[in-house]
Every structure is written in C-alpha cells, then in structure tokens.
C-alpha cells in the first residue's frame, strides 16, 4: 500500500518561499507521474503542478506558472514544490497525489 507524506507548510508573508516535500513509499515511485494539488476554504481542490516519472516534463496552473517549480529525486522517492513569490490567494491545504493515492495535505498560510 502507498502512502504518501507532504511537509513543508507553514506562515509566510507575501513575497515570500515555501518548499513543499512529498515522500512516497510502498510503491515504484519512479514509475509514476506524480501531481500537486490545493484546496482553500470553501473551494474545491484544483490542480497546481504535475511531473513525468522521470522528471523531464511539468505541467502548471496559469495561477502559478512562473512561480512554482514541480521537481522529484527518485532516489529519495520524494517530489517537491518549490513556491516563490507567494501570494495571500495561495493559502490552501496542498496535496500530493500518486495514482489514486492522496497525501494527508500540509497547510500553506500566506498573510502579512
């Protein structure tokens, strides 16, 4: 059984970086794409950034394109989002995904 286990939230103020971390285990990490996504209050989830298994193709919102960064180290079985540039209308619990599979969401909180 995969499981999966974001980090990395936190406060920050506008203008400020955040690097999310997502470790898998229980599975062929390196076989799989996988995704970030986000939630805010009262808002569905919504899809932020994706990567190929082998970490040669991303995919972005337009919402943070050009301020986020999607990377993996399939040696660490771990993905990673890089957030620069944050913005109050990026708080929101993030979420990686693997497959079916959903990490428990780390909170991003960006307020001044």
């Known amino acids: 059984q995969v499981q999966l286990v974001e980090s990395g939230g936190g406060l920050v103020q506008p203008g400020g970086s955040l690097r999310l971390s997502c470790a898998a285990s229980g599975r062929t990490f390196s076989s799989y794409s996988m995704d970030w996504f986000r939630q805010a209050p009262g808002k569905e989830r919504e899809f932020v950034a994706a990567i190929n298994w082998g970490g040669s193709s991303t995919y972005y919102a337009d919402s943070v394109k050009g301020r986020f960064t999607i990377s993996r180290d399939n040696a660490k079985n771990t993905v990673y989002l890089q957030m620069n540039n944050l913005k109050p209308e990026d708080t929101a619990v993030y979420y990686c995904?693997?497959?079916?599979?959903w990490g428990q969401g780390t909170q991003v909180t960006v307020s001044s």
């Open positions: 995904r693997l497959g079916d599979v």
